[in-house]
């Protein structure tokens, strides 16, 4: 069979930098306050004239440098977003028509924090199976726009950006050796955005009622992402014989510096085999994960044959990880 592999990275940040001093001025919070409960120090913003396809199209351009692949062979184009530039039609449909990737199947994963987890999850059956030869995978947020930035529990945690993948079937032992996706939909109602669809469909009281807003209840999050990014890591781990010191570098979903610290310690990895940017990103939701990934790549910190495990968790809840072999 053969093994999809990731054969260019991209990533995008908007240019605007919103501090947490400059968070200081909007809630009642602190630098130290966020900087000592998230890690996190600053966040990039879109600007107004941008939307969640402009970001993922910068991504993805230079995910297709790198990768030395135009836009027409690319059969598939699939985008982890929870923040599209529209309810529909899909954002990878609008990236698709972009970049003019005329022979793509093109189409969004909601699945929240996990977005690029499962959508990478999904191009991978397509190109093992040998139903498509080359994905273009993207995680890309527009979280600013679906913020209360007037709840200082909320608006203090999120960021924007774009990160995408260029994945090819190919012969031989480098590419994604396992994937493992779960759900609890159960839990939907500690971490979602209530309006408008057709639980709420648009009104101007649900606008009062905060409705197009995230809404999240912080602490019984916490404690579950730290259990499911432990527990799905291991799984990939045994899945594939193997222990954390096989480990090159885990790319964990960026939620907050005290999650990633926490399954850090109970994966007993070591510092330098955890790829944390949440100090400069905040969470960027579906794009954390190929944003840092890219941000290595270009650090020059993967080396070929380098195990790789990308862990996330997100609302739904949803929760995944892919181990790959660099
Ligand atoms: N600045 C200052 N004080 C704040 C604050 C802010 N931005 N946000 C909340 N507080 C206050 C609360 O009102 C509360 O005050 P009180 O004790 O007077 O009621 C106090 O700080 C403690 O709040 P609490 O919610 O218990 O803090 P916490 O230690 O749980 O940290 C989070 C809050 C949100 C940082 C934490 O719960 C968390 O990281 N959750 C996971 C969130 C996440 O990652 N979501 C996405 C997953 S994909």
Redo the contacts with the bound molecule.
Sequence with gaps: MKKARIIGTGSYLPEKVLTNFDLEKM????ND??SA??GIEERRIAAESEMTSDLAVIAAQRAMDMAGVTADEIDLVIVGTITGDFPWPSTACLVQDKLGAKNAAAWDVSA??SGFVYALTSATQYLQAGSAKRALVIGAEILSRIIDWED??TC??FGDGAGAVILEAQDGDNGILSTHLHSDGSYWEL?YQPGFGAKHPATVSGIEERLPFLH?A??E??KM?VRSLYDVAVEALEANNMTTDDVKLLFP?Q??R??LDAVKKRLKLRDDQMYINVDMCG?TSGASIPIALDEANRKGLLNEGDILVFDA???GFTWGACLLRW
């Design positions: 809630v009642d919070t602190t306050w966020i409960r998230t929240a924090c200082r529990n203090i945690l971490l999240m912080g602490n999050v916490y992402a979903h939620a907050n005290r999650i969470n968790f997100g609302g």
